[in-house]
């Protein structure tokens, strides 16, 4: 049996993979930086920490559940790492996402949970999987997982920001489990992918998110890592939502979720990961996701403007949005209100 910790890859998975794309045990070595020992180990088969995974399955654009043994092809984990079926009063009932990977590896899929004590109780779970960082890594990571219900708290009661129930470790404590108010709904991704944004819902889904980058720009908090993914749309009148504030940044220098290699969003500022940041990467990742709701898809990189320059938008809402996918930062415009207030006036 592997020890706890350490996990196994498919070898004969990995090794098509690389041979498709010509590389070799040293190549992934050199690119990861990881000793050649561990990858020769791992493309093998053999028991590596997990911690060495990510930089080799982001290399071989492979996901953790395809390529690791005991991981089943549907993305579930296998019976031994089923969550804990006691989260403080939830209970985990079906799965909403596949498994996800933080900019510092850190998995995480999301559950549609149910109250063990009262009817009808519904609510929205991420649960991480916090096996996969080193022990010193995982006591930090819990501090920052704290980030999310820390930010909720602070927007009680505000209409585009969901409501954090309660955030608590599994049983076993190799989990981490944050739990939010349900929402009956998709997400916008979900929406967009789907062609069912109306071009009439547009305005009104833009200036949500626009009207919830204020509150968050207001009380300090850059939410850096903004995408579809992590916006709902209500079912009952189609308002947007943000959810998922685990990577937002704070601007008070309180410790956030960091990596040299961020997953691919192509809704994220350039300079995310690189300069230090402010709000106006914020307003980038606004004008890409009207990009995506305008034209029908995202637009390919350095293109977004044109885009808009060719889209049927108001004349004071295209300036602003051109300007803001502008990727000189100082570029753009110098805060959210700007474009909110020419959503005002878009119908």
Known sequence: ???????????????????????????????????????????????????????????LDLKYHQAVEGVSGDGTKSERELPSRNINEWEPVETLSDWHTTPNGLQYKTWRMVHRHLDNRLARGKQYDLTIPSTKEQDRLRTVLRRHPDVCSRFRGHPQIAMNLTAAPSEHDDQWWVIDEWIAGETLAEALDGGRLAKSRIPRVMLDIALGLQALHGAGIIRRELSPEYILLRETDGSAVFTDFELAKLLDGSPTVAGKKWPKNPYRAPEVGGVEIDETVDLYSWGRILVHAQCGKAALDGDDREALRNARLPKSVRDKAIACVNKVYSDRPSSIAEVIKALRKWR
């Open 1 to 59: 049996m592997t020890k706890k910790g350490l996990v196994q890859l498919k070898s004969h998975l990995v090794q098509e993979v690389m041979t498709a794309k010509g590389l070799s045990d040293w190549m992934i070595h050199q690119k990861t930086e990881l000793s050649l020992r561990t990858v020769q180990k791992a493309t093998a088969g053999k028991p590596v920490r997990q911690s060495s995974l990510m930089p080799i399955l982001a290399l």
